[in-house]
């Protein structure tokens, strides 16, 4: 397989931290001793997809109870709707909660026949701190939209599909957080051409099962956490968040984008 996992440290443009000099006299080292450490940047995982795709993973990205006051927020302020969309040809309940919030004159959102409404920031300042800390967990983004989603149960979930569409550029980075029960979030590669064209219906799809299995990676969503896809990641990747029964509580996943403008 293609994709590699190196674990990183604070990213180059933080300050770094202090050297101590060997020259600096005790009763210097004395006036320091009561000073408070410096916090330890969180741990970052970075999965190298191949192609130039690549996923950042930052299992701690907020602590427990800024997580926890952000969730109780979110789940009890957002107008959350449970919208009819269509997939395939039918109609059918979206199966989790959503809304949408984007800054004013952006492109309409549209996806499987639905257009939501775009509430602004201004509406939920807690989202602009949320907002400001990402930002600043993931130097050189800027994310002018955010589309919330919440999985009530284990019942809740989110099919295949790629974050694919044009007004996102043909390389959009997307920054996920996740608050409340932790679920298992699986990117796969996405079938070829020759593979996506060979036959319809339940014979082919077990042939392309048989014959083509596709790369696939699994991460663990916790409380407090956060995962950057970029690259190329939407173009040859697809991601889900599959049925779980064993997920009895509610989750809320802010995904974060930028829409061209």
């Not at 994709?3 to 004395?30: F, H, K, W």
């Not at 939920?124 to 930002?135: C, G, M, R, T």
């Amino acid at each position: 397989m293609a994709s590699r996992l190196r674990l990183v440290g604070p990213t180059q443009d933080r300050d770094p931290l202090p050297v101590p000099n060997p020259n600096d006299s005790a009763e210097a080292s004395r006036e320091g001793e009561g000073e408070a450490k410096r916090p330890e940047p969180p741990r970052r995982e970075v999965t190298d997809l191949g192609g130039g795709s690549e996923v950042v993973h930052v299992p701690r990205f907020v602590s427990r109870e800024t997580a926890w006051g952000w969730f109780d927020y979110l789940d009890k302020t957002i107008p959350w709707t449970r919208p009819v969309i269509r997939v395939f040809g039918r109609t059918a309940v979206q199966p989790r909660d959503t809304c949408y919030v984007a800054d004013d004159g952006l492109t309409d959102l549209k996806y499987s026949g639905h257009q939501p409404h775009a509430h602004s920031w201004d509406e939920f300042p807690v989202l602009k701190d949320i907002l400001k800390a990402v930002h600043e967990a993931v130097p050189g983004s800027y994310f002018n939209s955010l589309l919330l989603n919440r999985y009530k149960t284990g019942s809740d979930y989110v099919s295949w599909h790629a974050d694919d569409e044009p007004l996102y550029g043909p390389t959009p980075e997307i920054a996920s957080v996740t608050f409340g029960c932790e679920r298992e979030f699986l990117l796969r590669k996405k079938p070829t051409k020759s593979q996506a064209t060979s036959g319809s219906g339940e014979a082919s799809r077990k042939r392309l099962k048989v014959t083509a299995p596709q790369q696939q990676h699994s991460f663990l969503l916790k409380h407090g956490s956060l995962l950057v896809m970029r690259g190329y990641t939407q173009r040859d990747w697809q991601h889900s968040l599959p049925k779980r029964a064993k997920a009895s509580s509610s989750r809320i996943n802010l995904t974060f984008r930028h829409v061209l403008t």
